[in-house]
């Protein structure tokens, strides 16, 4: 696969996941609960076909190892969590705090790395994540409440992404098994919605039913996007295009779902988009000096 299509399948993968609230909203009448639990149904349908049918995935290695199947049930929890998370933010018109966590997620995996990869940051790094904590800081001070929903959808992404490295479990095997883990729950909790009649949609509303069956693909198909796109683009490219997403997701709150942006959340964004501007240009020239080195080397080689 060439680099224009990894970039092609990262554009795509980022699209789709910037625009999914207009998606959530159009289930605005069903439970995030019950989105969640229809997300994981779905999903491992989908993941389970795809890795025994197309895949042919050899699952013994991650069912044998402990270890591996401790870290996939943390994960499988982490990534639960954050779905049921941002969901209730766009069904409850909070979808800027949202694009916020999803700003704020690289300075988290930073912060991760230095306390468990024992990574070390550089001066424009401290820079950044200055700049990240100073609008965090006012928006706090301003409105004198923590952002609690941002700092947890950012948290629990990020630590989702730092076990999933830690791990080292390619990403197909790895999502089926997160997806089968919380499978029974998922299909426990809708089975006691429908007995108890407190489910939020009918089985005779064929247009809802197709609706909650797509979250398979919605969940599955940017995820299997972002995996091949790894295959060719550097990180440095997938770290830049990242921010289409949340700045997707902000455009959609404010000028679609008409939510609250006051000066509070300008002069915050403002200190995290400084951060990132600097972080992203630390990240390009040392993707550039490594691809120099790889060439000088590469040469003295074949002189």
Known sequence: M??????????GAYLIWGSSPLYWYLLSGITPYEIVAHRILWSAVLMIILSTVVFKTNFRPILKSKKKMLYLLCTSALITLNWALYIWAVENKHL??????????PFINVILGVLFLKERLTGIQKIALTFAFFGVAYLTFSYGSFPFLAIILAGTFSLYGLLRKKIQIESMPALTVETIVVLPIALGFLVMTFI???NSYQISDVSTLLLIMLVGPITAIPLFLFGKAAETVSLTTLGFVQYLSPSLQLLIGILLFKETFTNAHVICFGFIWLGLILYTVYLIKGSKSLSEN??????????
């Open 2 to 11: 060439n680099k224009s299509k990894g970039i092609f399948y990262t554009v």
């Open 294 to 303: 790889r060439f000088n080397i590469s040469k003295s080689k074949v002189v």
């Open 196 to 198: 108890n009649h407190t």
């Open 96 to 105: 800027v705090d949202a694009s916020l966590g999803y700003y704020i997620n």
